[in-house]
């Protein structure tokens, strides 16, 4: 139980395009859900958290305008990055959880994002 | 300021050469401490929560402690399997985990 599943696993776009990277929770209803971002080597970093139907918060630093989050049902979440630019390069990874898991977050296996 | 570190931030083991992994952390209110494997290119794959200081969990060769500043992973007799990075977070509240930068470990045979 307790699958997450992130969709394209890579993706390569060029510098001023938007991609959107879709995270679903397959198994179960998804209450929350976490986007973070990985530099090589590096921790996650939290970027955002969406409840569904709710607007998202973001952390501090992070560009609301240009990260798009979107939860509008219990199993699926979406990011948009938009006005793609090599600097946004990165390992972008979901995480879902739900009120019957006492709020452990289960993650999906990535999406990496290549700018060119 | 919310913090949790992990050390070493690079560990080599020949196999079955047991060894630990801390993860310590100075929070203003501690949910719960994960312990997440990570293998390259993945995301990370839930091993244990643990809520409360003295409290302990196994599973396979791995075993998670804490204590009121720090928790450990216990490896036993590690297998080349096991290389991974080991991630340590922080839950500070309902919807937030402050992650370590994590162990990369490596079990040589």
């Known amino acids: 139980g307790a699958v997450v599943s992130q969709h394209p696993s890579r993706v390569i776009c060029k510098s001023g395009t938007s991609v959107k990277i879709e995270c679903r929770s397959l198994?179960?209803?998804?209450?929350?859900m976490f986007w973070y971002r990985q530099f090589p080597k590096k921790s996650l970093m939290l970027m955002a958290t969406?409840?569904?139907?709710?607007?998202?918060?973001?952390e501090q630093g992070v560009e609301k305008d240009k990260f798009l989050i979107n939860h509008a049902s219990l199993t699926l979440s979406t990011l948009t990055v938009t006005s793609a630019h090599p600097e946004d390069s990165s390992f972008y990874i979901c995480?879902?959880?739900?009120?019957?898991?006492?709020?452990?977050?289960?993650f999906g296996p990535g999406t990496r994002l290549t700018v060119t | 300021e919310d913090q949790v570190t992990q050390s070493p931030e690079a560990l080599r083991l020949q196999e079955g050469e047991s060894s630990s992994l801390n993860c310590s952390y100075t929070?203003?209110?501690?949910?719960?401490l994960f312990w997440y494997r990570q293998d390259p290119g993945k995301g990370p794959e839930f091993l244990f929560t643990?809520?409360?200081a003295g409290e302990e969990k196994e599973k396979e060769r791995l075993k998670a402690t804490l204590t009121k500043k720090e928790s450990f992973l216990h490896i036993t007799a590690p297998k080349p399997e096991d290389s991974a990075t080991y991630l340590c977070?922080?839950?500070?509240?309902?919807?937030?985990?402050?992650f370590g930068t994590g162990t990369r470990l490596q079990v040589f045979p």
């Open positions: 643990l809520y409360s």
């Open positions: 929070v203003s209110g501690l949910r719960g």
């Open positions: 995480s879902a959880s739900s009120t019957q898991s006492s709020y452990e977050q289960y």
């Open positions: 969406s409840n569904e139907g709710s607007k998202a918060t973001y």
């Open positions: 198994d179960f209803q998804a209450t929350t």
């Open positions: 977070a922080v839950q500070v509240s309902p919807d937030k985990l402050i």
